[in-house]
């Protein structure tokens, strides 16, 4: 499994509005071929900071067969007018399970 690690800086002012526009996509990436999950977690330092984490069977999953889907660009289109810049975006593996 991989997680997609999303840090997203939204605009201040707009992270109920943002937060809103997430959970309305919850069900794009759940229908998503791969996709096992995802979470949204929010900075206590920096509250306009995200980090949207969603877990995929593989890489693929999420850079080419959900970025090429209507889901992604509905997804976009919910959350991306709160985005103060572009979100920067990993994808990590656990090397240590309990």
């Known amino acids: 499994m991989i997680t997609e690690i999303a840090q997203i800086?939204?605009?201040?002012?707009?992270?109920e509005e943002f937060e809103k526009a997430v959970a309305e996509?919850?069900?794009?990436?759940?229908?998503?071929?791969?996709c096992e999950g995802i979470d949204l977690t929010r900075s206590v330092e920096e509250p306009s900071r995200y980090r949207l984490m969603v877990r995929w069977e593989t890489v693929e999953h999420h850079t080419v067969t959900f970025?090429?889907?209507?889901?992604?660009?509905?997804w976009r289109a919910l959350a991306g007018p709160y985005f103060a810049a572009a979100p920067q975006v990993e994808h990590v593996r656990s090397v240590l399970a309990p």
């Open 9 to 15: 800086e939204v605009r201040p002012g707009s992270e």
């Open 67 to 74: 970025r090429q889907s209507d889901a992604f660009t509905r």
């Open 25 to 34: 996509a919850v069900p794009l990436f759940l229908a998503a071929d791969g």
